[in-house]
Antibody
Framework: QVQLVESGGGVVQPGRSLRVSCAASGFTFNMYGMHWVRQAPGKGLEWVVAISFHGEATYYADSVKGRFTISRDNSKNTLYLQMNSLRAEDTAVYYC????????????????WGQGTLVTVSS | QSVLTQPPSVSAAPGQKVTISCSGSNSNIGNNYASWYQHLPGTAPKLLIYDNNKRPSGIPDRFSGSKSGTSATLGITGLQTGDEADYYCATWDSSLSGRVFGGGTKVTVL
């Protein structure tokens, strides 16, 4: 069965960096685009970033462009999100999510999600 | 403020039907595929509908999706207390080069 397990969340001071990871299993990881989606306390879902199945194409929400970097290691079946220059408004539960349709990040939907990892940006 | 507009809340009695609208533009819903998610607090969101009207394996046919022009709609029939949750639409936005979510709709079973 498909499993996505996030790790690396925690409390970090404003302006500092944090990297979260998502370990994938139960499917052919290198066939699927992957995404990070977040939910701030009391807010709705916000798409953050996507990466193509081969890792050569990435797409970012304006709110994180230039500060966050998504990457993947298909040999380790792992997705990463490097978050730099963190702000209080980045405080959220971060979910990694898998595309239902292989070889795309622009259609379909997210059929499997991790349990989420909480990132708190606070001094 | 999301580029996709959903009503903040809808409600109906058990067994009844609700519909949730998701209004966008030609850069998103009008020329891309819509998906719908159910989200219960403290859990991971669940995909209900993808590619406008397809249901993933295991999603009952009480949930349906449709699209017309720049709007998408989620329908839930035979409403159950377990359907109380937040529901989100999403799609690709070609102008933003990214996915976008609607603001979410809270479904209440009276």
């Amino acid at each position: 069965q498909v499993q996505l397990v996030e790790s690396g969340g925690g409390v970090v001071q404003p302006g500092r960096s944090l990297r979260v990871s998502c370990a994938a299993s139960g499917f052919t990881f290198n066939m699927y685009g992957m995404h990070w989606v977040r939910q701030a306390p009391g807010k709705g879902l916000e798409w953050v970033v996507a990466i193509s199945f081969h890792g050569e194409a990435t797409y970012y929400a304006d709110s994180v462009k230039g500060r966050f970097t998504i990457s993947r290691d298909n040999s380790k079946n792992t997705l990463y999100l490097q978050m730099n220059s963190l702000r209080a408004e980045d405080t959220a539960v971060y979910y990694c999510a898998k595309e239902i349709t292989p070889y795309t990040v622009t259609r379909g939907g997210f059929d499997h999600w991790g349990q989420g990892t909480l990132v708190t940006v606070s001094s | 403020q999301s580029v996709l507009t959903q009503p903040p809340s809808v409600s109906a009695a058990p067994g009844q039907k609700v519909t949730i609208s998701c209004s966008g533009s030609n850069s998103n819903i009008g020329n891309n595929y819509a998906s719908w998610y159910q989200h219960l607090p403290g859990t991971a969101p669940k995909l209900l509908i993808y590619d406008n009207n397809k249901r993933p394996s295991g999603i009952p046919d009480r949930f349906s999706g449709s699209k017309s022009g720049t709007s998408a709609t989620l329908g839930i029939t035979g409403l159950q207390t377990g359907d109380e949750a937040d529901y989100y639409c999403a799609t690709w936005d070609s102008s933003l080069s990214g996915r976008v979510f609607g603001g979410g709709t809270k479904v209440t079973v009276l």
